[in-house]
């Protein structure tokens, strides 16, 4: 398994077990966590003989906004099961997140999952060719994937690609958004933008506590909240047409809180976009991927979703 974090009493309970009955346990997380979240269940799989890979990301460039870190999200079962997505193994949070992520009965996707945990273990980055219009596509951050012509085709790419690409919809649920930059300097905030104005219908559903200006986890009424000013990009988004919804949970609390934490798009109502990475250009240089995936059977839920959030949440 491949994890930001794992800080969960029980799952660290079921990995114990799982390795005292012979199962082959790996895992890796991001060094940070395991380091400086003082959690005893780190310590637990270590003195149970666990391999715990604490993996460094802390690459430096001027478009970074925030720590890169290991931010891949995915477990591998048998070498023919896997589930991946944005969730973190912090269960007593997840029943209050609302995550995505999608899961595989496929041998050739555990495979290429395999490829990403190899190699950053410290293993070769393994070069393989991909279709960008391919029914199915799995992208990380730091992959050798290339396009016919050899060009790199990154997680980054494919997301600015499939939104220029849109001809009808493009309904979107994001943690984060920011100034996402492409390879000539195109931008995901213009690229939206411009797909609303060539008729595209666009819809986001934002984390709304991050979508805004100011210190985030203190304390204030939702009067205050709400009169907290946007970030930049999403005010912009908002300025020039584009429907933003800013969802928080049910109930007021001390420090006003949103469940969103996944990172899907789908577009035309049949092409579907999720994984572990955030809109914004941190995520370029952290240890990220997504999946791209064209099928109205796989859209479904996911459009589901989007409607529910809409209805249970409030937005604003």
Not at 29 to 40: A, C, F, P, Q
Not at 225 to 230: S, V
Not at 299 to 307: Q, V
Request: with cysteine; glycine share 6%.
């Amino acid at each position: 398994m491949s994890v930001d974090c794992i800080d969960d009493y029980d799952f660290a309970n079921h990995l114990v077990n799982a390795s005292e009955q012979g199962v082959l346990v790996q895992c890796l997380v991001d060094w940070r966590k395991m380091t400086m979240t003082n959690s005893h269940n780190y310590a637990r799989l270590k003195r149970a003989k666990i391999e715990l890979i604490g993996v460094v990301c802390s690459p430096d460039h001027p478009l970074i906004e925030v720590e890169p870190d290991m931010h891949t999200k995915f477990i591998i079962f048998n070498d023919e099961d896997c589930i991946l997505g944005s969730f973190n193994i912090t269960f007593e949070r997840w029943w209050a997140n609302w995550e995505s992520g999608m899961t595989f009965h496929s041998k050739g996707v555990c495979r290429l999952l395999d490829n990403i945990f190899q190699s950053q273990r410290g293993g070769v980055i393994q070069r393989y060719g991909i279709d960008p219009f391919s029914h199915f596509n799995l992208l990380y951050t730091f992959g050798r994937h290339t396009m016919q012509s050899g060009e790199n085709y990154l997680p980054h790419h494919a997301i600015l690609a499939e939104i220029n690409r849109a001809k009808y919809s493009i309904k979107i649920s994001l943690f984060l958004i920011g100034e996402l930059l492409g390879n000539y300097n195109d931008s995901v905030i213009c690229a939206l933008i411009n797909a609303k104005n060539r008729g595209v219908y666009v819809h986001i559903l934002f984390n709304g506590h991050l979508a805004r200006q100011g210190k985030i986890g203190v304390e204030r009424s939702m009067e205050d909240e709400l009169n907290r000013p946007l970030l930049p990009v999403i005010e912009r988004l908002r300025n020039s047409g584009v429907n933003v919804g800013l969802v928080y949970g049910q109930d007021d609390h001390p420090v006003p809180y949103s469940p969103i934490h996944s990172k899907y798009c789908i577009i035309d109502d049949y092409i579907v976009i999720d994984g572990s990475f955030n809109w914004y250009n941190t995520s370029v240089f952290s240890h990220d991927l997504v999946v791209i995936a064209a099928n109205h059977e796989v859209a479904k839920p996911y459009l589901h979703e989007f409607e529910q959030i809409q209805q249970l949440f409030r937005v604003y």
